[in-house]
């Protein structure tokens, strides 16, 4: 089984590889590749998109690699193969993202990505640092996962769902910031989950497991 | 609820400890990722690896230091000491590093700060202040806080030689795009007497980004009051932690006894 974690040269992939890949290792789940190629991604049995730093950003270099986009969507949409993304990567699977202009996501799940806005003034945005996730709709992917839980987050934006049912987990952070959304084959975690210890390496290793 | 962030710091050296790491279940105690893993077993929120060398030589040192932390601690890791320019911001990210602290480059020239934060996201670009108390009202009361370099021996001037007001360098850099402020108090680092309380709040209360109080630490009421009475959303501390005076589980349950949220699972 092979795992593809795509590499579009947006951030920090060397903990997200090591995390996927002790996980990988400890359940017997095949090998883990970090890759830029299509033809990689389309022969992947599982996709993750990981993202740092500013959606339209993002976007665009994931748009430099040709084919790229295609193929991922390809697997997600077409052949339904499990699909992670991880920060700007799950903020991507958006309608659209207001981050500096207004920038088209894959429209995989309905909704934007908007500024956070604590109702409290005096919360400090990027909302950084542990928070305790309230499950929303269980879901395989969090199995052993419970409210009360605590993920690392580091965003200053957030996935308004248009429905509900594709929230899976939020925070309280003088109301309410999305945490997990996803629907059929398709996972995001707005969290760094190979930064948040125990939680977060149970969602990997879930996610390596999981046969939607 | 969002908790706070206790951060144990290493200064690194040639890739050595500096300062002791005081656990009994160490092999190793100057290996900094030995200390890692064990601040990471022991329920630390983030580290952070200051190294106080920061030669142009040893660099490679941190690069491996690094790469070997991550594969051992999925935790946020922050890496400090000099650093300059935006490749080496990459270069330290892709060696392992989540987060890279600017310290006297900033200083500098604030734009090192903008011009990383627009390559790879404010939420990893960390402005490290090192500041003390120069101005005093007549009660006695702080009211100015100043840059200072060179392990606080030497104030930093602007380009017309004047000196730099932290509270107002602290707004600058947030608007270059700094996720995040490492405030160090240079009149209280290493004193045990506990953070600069009016520095840390004036300047958190004067940005919207995340300040980390640092720099006085000597018992788990300091820590309560950096965040009660400096406001800061972490904090950092060094020998407390080190020399085995507490535990990190020790300091949470402390705080949270007070009243602070912290992350005790």
Redesign the interface.
Known sequence: MLTALVDYNSGNLHSAHKAFERMARERGAGTIVVTSEPDVVAKADRIVLPGDGAFPACKNHLFTYSGLFEAIEEAVVQKGRPFMGICIGMQMMASWGREYEDTTGFDWIPGEVVKITPSDPALKVPHMGWNDLVVDHPHPVLDGVDSGDHAYFVHSYHFKVTNPVHRLAHVDYAGDITAIVGRDNMIGCQFHPEKSQRAGLRIVSNFLGWVP | ?????IIPCLDVADGRVVKGVNFVDLIDAGDPVESARAY?LAGA?ELCFLDIHATHENRGTMYDLA?RT??QC???LTIGGGVRTPDDVRDL??????KVSFNSAAVADPDVIARSAD??????IVCAIDAKTTEWDEDGTPVKWTIFTHGGRKAALDAEGNPIDAVEFAKLIERKGA??ILLTSMDRDGTRAGFNLAMTRTIADAV???VIASGGVGTLDHLVEGVTEGHA??VLAASIFHFGDYTIQEAKEYMAAKGIPM?L?
């Not at chain 2, 990210?93 to 989540?98: C, E, Q, S």
């Not at chain 2, 390559?119 to 990893?124: A, E, N, T």
């Open positions: 609820m969002l908790k706070t962030r990471d929120d790469t991550a594969e999925f935790m946020p990210l892709l060696a392992g590093a989540d390559r790879f996201g404010s939420q990893c996720g995040e919207n980004i995340p959303s972490a992350r699972n």
